[in-house]
Every structure is written in C-alpha cells, then in structure tokens.
Nanobody
Framework: QVQLVESGGGLVQPGGSLRLSCAAS????????MNWYRRAPGKQRELVAR???????HYADSVKGRFTISRDNAKNTVALQMNSLKPEDTATYYC?????????WGKGTLVTVSS
C-alpha cells in the first residue's frame, strides 16, 4: 500500500536550518507530483512546496527564497531544505501525494523554531 514517512523535524533556533525527508513507497513515485504541507497551531493546513515529475517546483510566497524542495526518483524520496527559519515556520510538516483520485498523507514531522 501507499506509504509516506517523514523525518527530520526538530527544534531549531530562528535563522537556523533543517532538512526534512519523505520516503515514499507503494506507487510509481517518479511520475507524480509530490507536496509538502504544514499545519501551524490554530491554523489550517497549507501547501508549502510542490515538485512535479519533471523537477519543476512551486512554493508558497511565505517560503520563497528560503525553502527548497527536491526529489530523488532513484530513491523514492522528496526533501524539503528549510533555511533562515522563522518562528512562524513552526508547524507539523506533512508529505502528500495525490493520484488516481486519492489523497495520501504521511503522519507528519514537527518543526519548532524557537530561541
């Protein structure tokens, strides 16, 4: 079955960096777009970044220039490099895939940006 497993979250100071990773299995990873979403406390889940099968990327305005999404089709992984982190980036980050009319989510990884 489809599985998305995130890793790499943790506590980081403002201005610091973290790299999240999502290991995908159970589907033809290389042909579908992959997404990172986040949900901050008290807020709705929002799309952070998307990478298409051809490597084209899309970012939320709030993270442009600071976050980079990438994929490794040989390893079935998608990463989110987060630099210049701000307290408002504090959230649970989720890996997501949508295909064949279904939506799949990982369990999420918590990122806390605080001094």
């Amino acid at each position: 079955q489809v599985q998305l497993v995130e890793s790499g979250g943790g506590l980081v100071q403002p201005g610091g960096s973290l790299r999240l990773s999502c290991a995908a299995s159970g589907f033809r990873f290389r042909i579908y777009p992959m997404n990172w979403y986040r949900r901050a406390p008290g807020k709705q889940r929002e799309l952070v970044a998307r990478v298409f099968s051809d490597g084209i990327t899309h970012y939320a305005d709030s993270v442009k220039g600071r976050f980079t999404i990438s994929r490794d089709n040989a390893k079935n992984t998608v990463a989110l490099q987060m630099n210049s982190l701000k307290p408002e980036d504090t959230a649970t980050y989720y890996c997501n895939a949508v295909f064949d009319g279904n939506t799949y989510w990982g369990k999420g990884t918590l990122v806390t940006v605080s001094s």
